[in-house]
Each structure stands twice: as C-alpha cells, then as structure tokens.
C-alpha cells in the first residue's frame, strides 16, 4: 500500500495567535453517558454560550476525566468559546483494576475505540452536534487521538497532542490528515524524538512546539500556562477548516 507523502512542517519557532486569559466563568459541566459497544463512558460536557466548536480530551494512562491538566486546559477554551467534552476512557470497573494491574492503560486499539464512540456520540448530542471538532490527547491519550483522526478523518478538524506517545499509533499516523500541533517539555527529549518521528508520517500540517525547561507532566511553574495558550491558539487557528 502507498504511504502518502508528508506535509511539509511549520517551523517549531513559529508563533500561533496569541490567548488572553479571563477570569470569566465557565459555565459548570453537565456529566453524560456515551455509550461504546457493551458499556457506558462517564463525560462532562460544557458548552459555552456560542460556541463554534468542541474539543474532545483524550486523557493519559492513569488519569480520567478529572486530570488537574486537562482541567486547566479545558477550562481556558471554555473562556475562548469552545465547549469541551472531557471523558472516562475506562469504566470505572476497568479503572479500579487498572489501578492494581495497570492492564488497561497501554490498551491502545481499546483507549482508540472508546474515544471514535465519543467522536460519533457527538454528531447526535443535539447541544454539540455540527459543531467542528478537535481532539486534544495527552500521553496514551495522544495515541488513541491520532488512531481516531485517522479513523475519522472527515469530521476531525484539528489535534492537540500533548506529550504524546505518538509512536503507538504508528499503523495510523500515515493516514492523519487533520493539523497536528505536538507539545512537548524540553526536558522530555525521549517523547520529543518519538513526535518527531511521527510527524514525518503525517498527511497534514503539522507544528512542534517545546516548552523549555518543562518535563513531561508539565509541572514546572508557568508549563501548563505555556501548553493552554498554545492549545487554545492551534484550536482557535483550525477550528472550522474542513479536514482535507
């Protein structure tokens, strides 16, 4: 089978629109069930008063939903105009064992199924459907958002990766077309080699950008800062464009 050729990069230097934050409201997340083959996934759903898009988070191994991270992040989009949909990728039977065995939390076709249910559960949500839509994973969460994108790539419109483990979507990643924008801590040199491995591989526009002195959780003062105004410019920037 032919390999699509990929597109060309956008510098890692280059700047992306720049995000006041506001200390505005968002408006409080009504909790959802998706369903996903025999089971249920628990979401919160936030739509914002005229939003003109959805972002959906795909969280790492050993989070959920509630992620600290992915709350901060969510949270500055819901004050740019952007509804969020942050969801269990487990259930909470499959999260309870995970957290003794850790046997779901590398299951990537699993983690990829669940999030292309929340993808689909999207188009007959009446409060979201329509609305363009992008992806934002983090750590595995990366992977299953990549192997998604590809699995539908008509109705993703852009992807957040944020530290990645993009090379577990590698039988995918040649057929995402979607703008990818991978972040990544400075300091976390080995996911940096494997995103920019990946990137190579992808059909659409694509941008790495490096958070200096920032290792993989982000946990140094001002990283997380640094990942949200970046996450919010790429959705604001490609949200609305139709995936090619």
Do not use: C
């Not at 006041?20 to 979401?43: C, H, W």
């Amino acid at each position: 089978m032919e390999v699509p050729r990929p597109a060309p990069s956008v510098s890692e230097e280059a700047s992306l629109p720049s995000v006041p934050f506001s200390n505005a409201p968002s408006p409080p997340p009504g909790e959802v069930l998706i369903p996903s083959g025999p089971d249920e996934l628990v979401a919160d759903l936030s739509v914002p008063a005229g939003a003109r898009g959805l972002v959906v988070f795909a969280h790492g191994s050993g989070s959920g939903r509630r992620s600290p991270r992915n709350r901060f992040v969510a949270r500055a989009l819901e004050q740019a105009g952007v509804a969020t949909l942050l969801l269990d990728l487990l259930t909470p039977k499959e999260a309870a064992e995970d957290e003794r065995t850790r046997r779901f939390r590398f299951d990537i076709p699993l983690l990829a199924d669940r999030l292309v249910a929340s993808v689909d559960w999207t188009e007959k949500e009446p409060r979201v459907r329509g609305m363009p839509l992008g992806l934002y994973g983090a750590s595995t969460g990366g992977a299953a958002a990549l192997i998604a994108a590809a699995r539908r790539p008509g109705r993703i419109g852009a992807l957040v990766l944020r530290g990645a483990r993009s090379d577990l979507a590698d039988p995918f990643t040649a057929r995402v077309s979607s703008p990818t924008l991978f972040i990544v801590g400075g300091l976390d040199r080995e996911i940096l080699a494997v995103n920019r491995t990946t990137s190579l591989r992808l059909r659409g526009p694509h941008q790495t950008t490096i958070v200096p002195g920032a290792t993989h959780l982000f946990e140094e003062p001002g990283a997380l800062e640094a990942v949200t105004e970046r996450t919010v410019g790429w959705f604001r920037q490609h949200l609305g464009e139709s995936p090619s």
